[in-house]
């Protein structure tokens, strides 16, 4: 008879807690997603958004940053996994903007907008230029992956204060 050994090494202990983590509802995670924004969506609704995304992000633990265009909302979501799957639920119902696509979704040791409930970033003559960039990223149907990291940092560099 043939008795098998389970060797487990400090990575594969990794690997079964990154494996178990992956199943639980708690977990940190970061959604990116863009919206076409409807047209009839004005400066008044848009400050009905955050307002209603600062409340009830505060009670659930999510944080990130709405950049609105336009013609798009782009957003990252980061927060409780299961509270993340109930607010993407209500944005899909959300009838002042269509056609949502999730741009990436990944698990997280730590907020990377964990300042802000919701940040929301306007165009002006200083950052006119990532608006251009990110105005044709969301029109790309497949954007590459290097592109998505583009678009990460531009969310990065313009939700930080300016001292």
């Known amino acids: ?3 098998g050994i389970l060797y487990l090494s400090h990575f594969s202990l990794g690997l079964i807690e990154l494996m178990a983590s992956t199943h639980s509802e708690d977990q940190l995670t970061q959604l990116i997603y863009v919206s076409e924004r409807k047209s009839d969506v004005d400066d ?4 009905s958004i955050l ?3 600062r409340k009830n992000n505060d009670q659930s633990g ?3 940053v709405l950049l609105v265009l336009p013609d798009y909302f782009f957003q990252v979501l980061e927060g409780p996994s299961n509270n993340i799957e109930k607010l993407i639920s209500r944005v899909k119902n959300d009838t002042r903007h269509c056609n949502i696509r999730i741009l990436s979704e990944k ?3 730590d907020y990377e907008f964990g ?9 002006n003559a ?5 608006f251009v960039v990110l105005d044709r990223f969301a029109k790309a149907k497949c954007p590459a992956d290097d592109q998505l990291k583009g678009v990460f940092l531009i969310f990065k560099g313009l939700s930080q204060p300016i001292h």
Do not use: F, R
């Open 1 to 3: 008879m043939v008795h």
């Open 44 to 47: 008044a609704d848009v400050q």
């Open 51 to 53: 307002e209603t995304a």
């Open 62 to 64: 999510i944080k990130g």
């Open 107 to 109: 698990v997280l040791c």
């Open 115 to 123: 300042n802000w409930s919701m940040v929301n970033i306007d165009i």
């Open 126 to 130: 200083e950052n006119s230029d990532c």
